[in-house]
């Protein structure tokens, strides 16, 4: 309304230079993340752990988009090699400002037969995973800060964004490993915001019917059928969840949040899927 607030304008493009790191950015909403942010204005670290022509590929669009992008590796189950991810893009980039924990496990197993192998992978890649990654980015984001600054001169907050999934809010059967990796990477989201104010915010996407399952296609009749049970009536694109990213790397005055991309799907009593 006019004359309420401040008056304070916000810069039509607040993303631009900044210099973001999307894990698993090689494919997937990890790949669409990558390239929303850089279409922003954003120069994109493109991290992967096995998929390196996939993450050569993201980073040579993000080049035609006309922003800078670097290809860096790491098995996120290694706190070591998270270390040297975060090593080198200190060295070869002059700040951090968004981190997108994007990359994730997606295993499936019976309640009786979860493998504790796969139990112990859900925690280390969805969970502590987010939390090292979130911890050295904040370290460089505060080291940094000075370079950027926010529409009323300010050091400029860094950002942060995990990506979430349905089944850290409803009860699907099949995926409990991964089903509770989710729920306390939510947690985190809410802990580490508090934990970092206010020189970083932390919020969460929560994306419902945006990809179909592995061996499941795009165009298939399924994927479309599961689309018509949310509220919208269809089922999204990655460019949907790309958007929700750039939104809350681009409000300053947002932390802590979830926001879901689903169509309306949570609020279906059990999500509307039963996982998938």
């Given at each position: 309304?006019?004359?309420?607030?401040?008056?304070?304008?916000?810069?039509?493009?607040?993303?631009?230079?900044?210099?973001?790191?999307?894990?698993?950015?090689?494919?997937?909403?990890?790949?669409?993340?990558?390239?929303?942010?850089?279409r922003a204005g954003a120069d994109v670290v493109v991290?992967?752990?096995?998929?390196?022509?996939?993450?050569?590929?993201?980073?040579?669009?993000?080049?035609?988009?006309?922003?800078?992008?670097?290809?860096?590796?790491?098995?996120?189950?290694?706190?070591?090699?998270?270390?040297?991810?975060?090593?080198?893009?200190?060295?070869?980039?002059?700040?951090?400002?968004?981190?997108?924990?994007?990359?994730?496990?997606?295993?499936?197993?019976?309640?009786?037969?979860?493998?504790?192998?796969?139990?112990?992978?859900?925690?280390?890649?969805?969970?502590?995973?987010?939390?090292?990654?979130?911890?050295?980015?904040?370290?460089?984001?505060?080291?940094?800060?000075?370079?950027?600054?926010?529409?009323?001169?300010?050091?400029?907050?860094?950002?942060?964004?995990?990506?979430?999934?349905?089944?850290?809010?409803?009860?699907?059967?099949?995926?409990?490993?991964?089903?509770?990796?989710?729920?306390?990477?939510?947690?985190?989201?809410?802990?580490?915001?508090?934990?970092?104010?206010?020189?970083?915010?932390?919020?969460?996407?929560?994306?419902?019917?945006i990809l179909p399952p592995a061996g499941e296609e795009?165009?298939?009749?399924?994927?479309?059928?599961?689309?018509?049970?949310?509220?919208?009536?269809?089922?999204?694109?990655?460019?949907?969840?790309?958007?929700?990213?750039?939104?809350?790397?681009?409000?300053?005055?947002v932390t802590g949040d979830t926001l879901f991309v689903?169509?309306?799907?949570?609020?279906?009593?059990?999500?509307?899927?039963?996982?998938?």
């Amino acid at each position: 309304m006019a004359g309420v607030g401040s008056g304070r304008q916000l810069p039509p493009m607040l993303l631009e230079d900044a210099v973001a790191l999307v894990t698993g950015a090689g494919h997937r909403l990890g790949r669409a993340i990558a390239l929303g942010l850089a279409r922003a204005g954003a120069d994109v670290v493109v991290h992967y752990g096995r998929s390196r022509e996939a993450a050569e590929g993201t980073a040579d669009d993000i080049r035609r988009l006309g922003r800078e992008a670097l290809t860096l590796p790491a098995d996120l189950r290694e706190p070591d090699e998270i270390a040297e991810l975060f090593r080198q893009t200190r060295d070869r980039l002059p700040r951090l400002d968004i981190l997108v924990n994007s990359a994730a496990t997606f295993a499936r197993a019976p309640f009786d037969e979860i493998p504790v192998d796969d139990w112990d992978a859900s925690l280390e890649v969805n969970v502590r995973a987010p939390f090292l990654c979130t911890r050295l980015a904040a370290r460089l984001m505060r080291d940094t800060a000075a370079d950027r600054v926010d529409a009323d001169g300010r050091p400029a907050a860094g950002s942060v964004v995990n990506i979430g999934d349905m089944s850290g809010i409803v009860a699907w059967r099949g995926y409990v490993q991964h089903g509770v990796s989710k729920a306390a990477l939510l947690h985190f989201t809410r802990l580490s915001a508090r934990e970092l104010a206010p020189g970083v915010r932390v919020n969460a996407v929560v994306p419902g019917p945006i990809l179909p399952p592995a061996g499941e296609e795009l165009s298939g009749e399924a994927w479309r059928r599961k689309g018509e049970r949310v509220p919208l009536g269809r089922v999204g694109d990655p460019s949907h969840v790309a958007a929700s990213v750039v939104y809350l790397c681009e409000n300053d005055y947002v932390t802590g949040d979830t926001l879901f991309v689903d169509g309306g799907e949570h609020l279906l009593a059990g999500g509307g899927r039963d996982g998938g």
